[in-house]
T-cell receptor
Framework: GAVVSQHPSWVICKSGTSVKIECRSL??????MFWYRQFPKQSLMLMAT?????????EQGVEKDKFLINHASLTLSTLTVTSAHPEDSSFYIC??????????????FGPGTRLTVL | GDSVTQMEGPVTLSEEAFLTINCTYT??????LFWYVQYPGEGLQLLLK?????DKGSNKGFEATYRKETTSFHLEKGSVQVSDSAVYFC????????????FGEGTQLTVNP
């Protein structure tokens, strides 16, 4: 149990286009989902925290108009990278926190999405 | 604020060698402590955790003990395998931070046959 999926697993896009990444909790409800960015050989950087039905909370230095987050249901959050540029190329990882159950407060991580902007 | 410091990598070992990856933390109160593992091209998987002082987390031959007096949570394994090659992240969750995690820098482990 507690499986989180991401789609797509990798995407290549042209500079200036927008890319949407989906994060789904497959077998549990997640009131909170987190979006991280990971540069090569570096740690995870928390970008934002999204709560179902409300606006996401962005970390300092993360542009909310560039990285649009929507958490429309208890099993789905999306991250849209708008007007992508090569510097947005990175590995994006989501995690989900269970709303109930014995592992409440635990974060379960998705497999990540590799974004390459040409 | 909360922070986690891991021993710098990369670490290269021969199969069956003993592994230690050091992790120390700074936090207010008594956080929960975690080790995550990331295999190439994948997301993070929880390896083990400990939620209070002197707790020992263990999984797949890996162990780590929550040491409040030294604010440490070092990861150990008695005999590593090639399949253990991955990046290991130490993390903490503060008592007042909800489910927010603070990660260390990660340590790359390579195990050679």
């Amino acid at each position: 149990g507690a499986v989180v999926s991401q789609h797509p697993s990798w995407v290549i896009c042209k500079s200036g286009t927008s890319v949407k990444i989906e994060c789904r909790s497959l077998d549990f409800q997640a009131t909170t989902m987190f979006w991280y960015r990971q540069f090569p050989k570096q740690s995870l950087m928390l970008m934002a925290t999204s709560n179902e039905g409300s606006k996401a909370t962005y970390e300092q230095g993360v542009e909310k108009d560039k990285f649009l987050i929507n958490h429309a249901s208890l099993t789905l959050s999306t991250l849209t990278v708008t007007s992508a540029h090569p510097e947005d190329s990175s590995f994006y990882i989501c995690s989900a926190r269970a709303a109930q159950g014995v592992v409440i407060n635990e974060q379960f991580f998705g497999p990540g999405t590799r974004l390459t902007v040409l | 604020g909360d922070s986690v410091t891991q021993m710098e990598g990369p670490v290269t070992l021969s199969e069956e060698a003993f592994l230690t990856i050091n992790c120390t933390y700074t936090a207010t109160g008594y956080p929960s402590l975690f080790w995550y593992v990331q295999y190439p091209g994948e997301g993070l998987q929880l390896l083990l955790k400990a939620t209070k002082a002197d707790d020992k987390g263990s999984n797949k031959g890996f162990e780590a003990t929550y040491r409040k007096e030294t604010t440490s949570f070092h990861l150990e394994k008695g005999s590593v395998q090639v399949s253990d090659s991955a990046v290991y992240f130490c993390a903490l969750r503060g008592r007042t931070s909800g489910s927010r995690l603070t990660f260390g820098e990660g340590t790359q482990l390579t195990v050679n046959p």
